[in-house]
């Protein structure tokens, strides 16, 4: 059968088609489908052409298959050092093997492709910095994930997730109507406490702008809540934008390259419309990668820079602690130990590496810190990266490869995990429930939120001293 009606080489096209492959439970039709899709080898070859460019093909050509790299994988390390888990093996069985063979591959080869690309790799860069030749299977593991997606041959949930960003231009669905509500909601709901908080839409030449993740209107607005006292408290001139306001995506991980596009243009648009001053993003760290640092090559920014100048939740936060625009209060401090997981996608590919620190440098006495072991910019991936989190069928294969940050929490003996990254936030979730070794983990906003001191001038005033002032 060439195409399958849900599983097939198109991407999602419209609401309805979307709403038909989300009714399929489990994907269960549509991996019954893939069982069956054709390869279209003429159009494989003609995108390898089309879009190999000379940096894959050199790596791929230049790897000396020293096995360097295979220490690096945390995959490797907790498969009990399978040859197989070896990163330069993983991509020269998949990807250089359907260069090799010019696209003349068929569907069984595929599946293989698809499972080595989402199930024993997260994208998280970490052997591209041990390799001597800098190669990174997380950049090539991406690119094959774009030519495994425009043959149809990709996870359910990550066709779901690009189609989301087609549809609604966020990874859930979430519409610009759901998004304002749910700020004015979460602007009323703390004005008890915070009576002048506001959250302004569209406001033009504000020095910030922030951007977000679609799961905190959809599932988390304390998040949003959170972020707005403390940009009150901080007294910043800020704004969110009623379009381009989700900063993630999962077309990133679905290897949807149009959709990427798609969707980094219209938080670009935002950007130009409002013209902030710069742009503030939540605490995520593919959200950041897909936005700040990935983002300006998908929407063809010469610069090789977004709009404006753009910085990470932990940047922020760090900044305005710094420079006194939230305090905190000392009897609030942390005072057990912590660790931190450090995010691959903006601290080993962005060099964001003091800013987690520098925030809980306030929060916290530096004599509760317990180092994770790597840390910072050789820290393992929290196992769930690339999309494994969200793959239904890779669970069991996502649950193992939580082990590694398991052990290297338990290694710290610490039960607070600082966890500034939605992704990273989940697998360590997901490891608590799995494992149940007795950790919590938070975001850096509400340990914030829960420390600073309000200002006075942002108080509730009392009756009486509202009746004195009239
Ligand atoms: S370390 Fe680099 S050169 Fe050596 S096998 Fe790995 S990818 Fe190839
Ligand atoms: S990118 Fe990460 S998960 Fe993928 S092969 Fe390299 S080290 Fe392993
Ligand atoms: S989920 Fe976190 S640790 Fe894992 S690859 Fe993504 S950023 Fe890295």
């Known amino acids: 059968m060439p195409q399958g009606t849900l599983c097939r080489a198109l991407p999602v096209q419209n609401e309805e088609e979307l709403k038909e492959l989300l009714a399929d439970t489990g994907g269960k039709k549509y991996y019954a489908e893939m069982q069956e899709l054709d390869v279209n080898a003429d159009k494989l070859a003609a995108t390898l052409q089309k879009t190999l460019k000379s940096r894959l093909r050199t790596w791929l050509n230049i790897c000396a298959k020293c096995g360097m790299c295979a220490e690096s994988c945390f995959l490797y390390r907790i498969h009990n050092r399978d040859p197989k888990q070896v990163p330069a093996y993983k991509i020269q069985t998949t990807l250089g093997e359907i260069v090799r063979r ?7 080869f595929m599946q293989h492709c698809m499972y080595t ?37 990709v996870p359910w949930e990550l066709k779901i997730g690009s189609g989301m960003h087609r549809v609604y231009r966020a ?52 998040d949003i809540a959170e972020m707005a006292i403390l940009f009150h408290i901080a007294g910043e001139d800020w704004t969110v934008p009623s379009k381009g306001w989700e900063q993630t995506s999962l ?23 409002l013209k902030p001053k710069r742009m ?45 625009k939230i305090k905190i209060d000392p009897a609030k401090r942390i005072k057990e130990p912590y660790t931190i997981q450090d995010s691959c996608n903006y601290v080993r590919n962005h060099g964001i590496k003091k800013a987690v620190r520098e925030v809980m440098s306030y929060l916290a006495d530096p004599s509760y810190y317990r180092p994770m072991e790597p840390d910072l910019e050789h820290n393992y991936c929290c196992g769930g990266g690339g ?8 669970r069991k294969e996502r649950n193992f490869a939580l082990m590694t940050k398991r052990d290297q929490i338990l ?3 610490a039960k607070l995990v600082i966890a500034p990254c939605h992704n990273c936030w989940d697998a360590i979730r997901d490891l608590e ?38």
Not at 102 to 108: I, P, Q, R, S
Not at 132 to 152: A, E, N
């Open 251 to 273: 077309s990133m991980f679905a290897g949807d390259w149009e959709a990427c596009t798609m969707q980094v243009k219209e938080v670009y648009d935002a950007m130009e419309r």
């Open 117 to 153: 690309a989402w199930a024993k790799c997260t994208c998280c860069n970490r052997c591209g910095t041990y390799c001597p030749h800098g190669i990174d299977m997380g950049v090539m593991f991406g690119y094959l994930r774009g030519l495994l997606f425009s043959q149809g041959f």
């Open 102 to 108: 010019n696209g003349k591959v068929d569907n069984k």
């Open 280 to 324: 503030v993003g939540t605490e995520c760290g593919h959200a950041h990668r897909a936005t700040v640092i990935e983002g300006p090559y998908w929407a063809g920014r010469e610069d090789g820079l977004p709009p404006v100048p753009c910085q990470h939740y932990v940047e922020w936060l760090a900044e305005a602690l710094r420079l006194g």
């Open 433 to 470: 429930e799995h494992f149940a070794i007795g950790i919590r983990w938070s975001f850096l906003k509400p340990l914030v939120v829960h420390a600073a001191i309000i200002p006075e001038h942002l108080k509730p005033q009392e009756e009486e001293e509202m009746e004195e002032e009239a």
């Open 411 to 413: 290694a710290t003996g």
């Open 171 to 222: 990874q859930m669905n979430v519409t610009e109507e759901d998004w304002v509500e749910t700020c004015e909601w979460m602007a009323e709901e703390q004005q008890e406490e915070y009576p002048l908080l506001e959250i302004p839409v569209d406001k033009e030449g504000a020095d910030i702008m922030y951007t977000c993740n679609a799961r905190e209107p959809k599932h988390y607005p304390e």
């Open 387 to 394: 999309g494994f989190n969200g793959i239904g069928m890779y």
